[in-house]
């Protein structure tokens, strides 16, 4: 299961495709209130957007999955991972953070307020690690995890993987050699190669 990030849709994940597509059954989806999924009773928060990934896996008679997010789909995952371990078989978060700091919490916070839709519910979300984080709950991840970041990531940057990759036991840490935040456009097929080993 591929999770996109803020304001992009299924399709940001289009260049890994064809590597992943080879060894894998892979579904991209939309996120709540992202390309064509509607945004329904939108509560704000990454439970409900893992729960709708929890949901969907359902719907597909999937008992389990392989999971790899990007950025906002990152927290997704990570969250899925903490909520639902029996539910997740490895587990990619990539170029996210399991927190936000005092700017960009700010960040979100005024996209909540201006932005349209799933934008809006989905920043609200990422706002809530401010006050929130994922860190506590991190070592409660039972799946097999490979954190992926880019190494010229200044949204996300290595640092912020490295804590994620210190939290949940067992995990391993992937930089990207000169990729910036959007790893699945600027570097695919290294990104392939790593989801596929994870």
Same mark, same amino acid.
């Given at each position: ?141 039972? $799946?097999?995890?490979? /954190? #992926?970041? &880019? ?7 290595? =640092?912020? *993987?490295?804590?994620?990759? +210190?939290?949940?036991?067992? $995990?391993?840490?992937? /930089? #990207?050699? &000169? ?7 600027? =570097?695919? *097929?290294?990104?392939?190669? +790593?989801?596929?080993?994870?």
């Amino acid at each position: 299961m591929l999770v996109h990030g803020l304001g992009e849709d299924h399709g940001a994940w289009r260049d890994t495709l064809p590597w992943l597509g080879r060894e894998r059954r892979v579904i991209a989806y939309d996120v709540r209130g992202h390309g064509g999924t509607g945004l329904g009773d939108a509560g704000g928060t990454l439970a409900q957007l893992a729960g709708d990934l929890v949901a969907l896996l359902d719907a597909l008679g999937l008992a389990r999955a392989d999971l790899c997010g990007f950025s906002l789909g990152g927290t997704i995952v990570l969250r899925v991972a903490i909520d639902h371990p029996d539910r997740v078989g490895r587990l990619v978060p990539v170029a996210t953070s399991s927190r936000v700091g005092r700017t960009a919490a700010q960040w979100y916070e005024e996209q909540a307020r201006t932005a349209d839709g799933g934008v809006a519910n989905a920043s609200r979300a990422m706002a809530r690690l401010a006050g929130e984080p994922l860190d506590p709950d991190l070592p409660r991840v039972r $799946a097999p995890t490979l /954190v #992926v970041a &880019g190494e010229l990531d200044d949204r996300c940057p290595p =640092r912020a *993987a490295a804590v994620i990759a +210190a939290g949940i036991p067992g $995990a391993r840490l992937r /930089v #990207v050699p &000169g990729s910036g935040h959007y790893v699945a456009r600027e =570097r695919p *097929a290294e990104l392939s190669r +790593a989801v596929l080993s994870a």
